[in-house]
């Protein structure tokens, strides 16, 4: 038996409960793996509220990153060994001490970077890889704006744009916040809740405003983050911190100046093997050179998951998030 938190029923943090499971042997093409880091996304208080349905549906256990020790492997295994130190990001079923995965969903952790540096980063920073070189190639001639610059996403997001030269404009939710992006390495930083971000931006930019905006926020940033955009701009809307986008006609991108949006998702950029290993060793390679260093803003207990989720939701964590086991 080993200690997870489990879902019943969606709802509020107060839904995850700290019980013991039977995690069992692994079958065809899987392999049982022992936890030693659990990264925590905006994305697991998503499947918690029932806003995206859990995959296997009801209960489950969630998060969705992980670094850890494969302890053994099922038939036709053959690329990891027990011993091999790997970890995954995007399947459900992570905040236990230990689980069954397919191997398919693995990547090995390279030697030279630490466990806790690849959980804290493993889903954030490929997530920041295909937004800023696949989803839009932003390159230094572009004026970009990241919302929640100061979060685990943005935080690396504001890193990155500065190693590709870009001008990058942040928005975060307090002066502290505004410190941390800044010193990430945003050119310019707004604070959202006592600033209007749109005539800030046109005010930064002398009114050019910007190639793309990359909005997390959701719900209290649309339609406004479309008037940071120049024609023909690119509104990339990854994500609901806030709530989801209300449906809108198509009509507002033609008014607002032939915009283009896209709503994408880390799992369908990294769908095969090869675009994988490819954005992971791209994310590797930025630690190594040490051009993103990836910051732990804060550690809970696994069985500490219900205060984790608190502090993700009322905005008071900074940087990435992990459960220890
Ligand atoms: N589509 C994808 O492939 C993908 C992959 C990974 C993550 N994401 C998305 O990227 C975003 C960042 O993820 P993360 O794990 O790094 O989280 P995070 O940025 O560390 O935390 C979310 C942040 O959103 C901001 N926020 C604004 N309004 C909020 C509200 N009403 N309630 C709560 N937070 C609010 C807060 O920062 P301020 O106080 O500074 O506003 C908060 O700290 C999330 O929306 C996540 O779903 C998408």
Known sequence: MVKAIVIRETGGP????????EVGAPGPGEVRLKHTAIGVNFIDTYYRKGLYPAPGGLPFIPGAEAVGIVEKVGEGVVQFRPGDRVAYAGSVGAYAEARIISAQKLIRVPDDIDGFTVAASLLKGMTVQYLLRQTFKVTRD??????????GVGQIAGQWLKSLG???????????????????GYTHVINYRTED???????????????????????????????????RGLFASFGNSSGPVAEFSLGILSQKGSLYATRPTLGHYTATRATLDACAEDLFEQI??????I???????????????????????????????
């Not at 107060?14 to 499971?21: L, N």
């Not at 572009?142 to 979060?151: C, D, E």
């Not at 870009?166 to 505004?178: D, L, R």
């Not at 732990?296 to 900074?318: I, N, P, S, W, Y």
């Open 197 to 231: 971000f749109v005539a800030r931006v046109a005010e930064i930019t002398g009114g050019a405003l910007c190639d793309v905006v990359y909005d997390s926020v959701g719900k209290d940033t649309f339609p406004a983050s479309l008037d940071c955009l120049k024609p």
């Open 295 to 325: 910051s732990v803003g804060q550690k809970f207990a696994l069985a500490d998951a219900v205060a984790c989720h608190k502090a993700m939701e009322a905005r008071e964590t900074v940087g990435s998030t992990l459960l220890t086991v």
């Open 142 to 151: 572009h004026t970009v704006l990241f919302h929640a610059g100061a979060g």
């Open 14 to 21: 107060e839904v995850m409960s700290f019980e013991e499971i």
């Open 166 to 184: 870009a001008t990058s404009i942040a928005t975060v939710g307090s002066e502290e916040k505004a410190e941390i992006a800044r010193a990430c």
């Open 288 to 293: 190594r050179s040490e051009a993103v260093t």
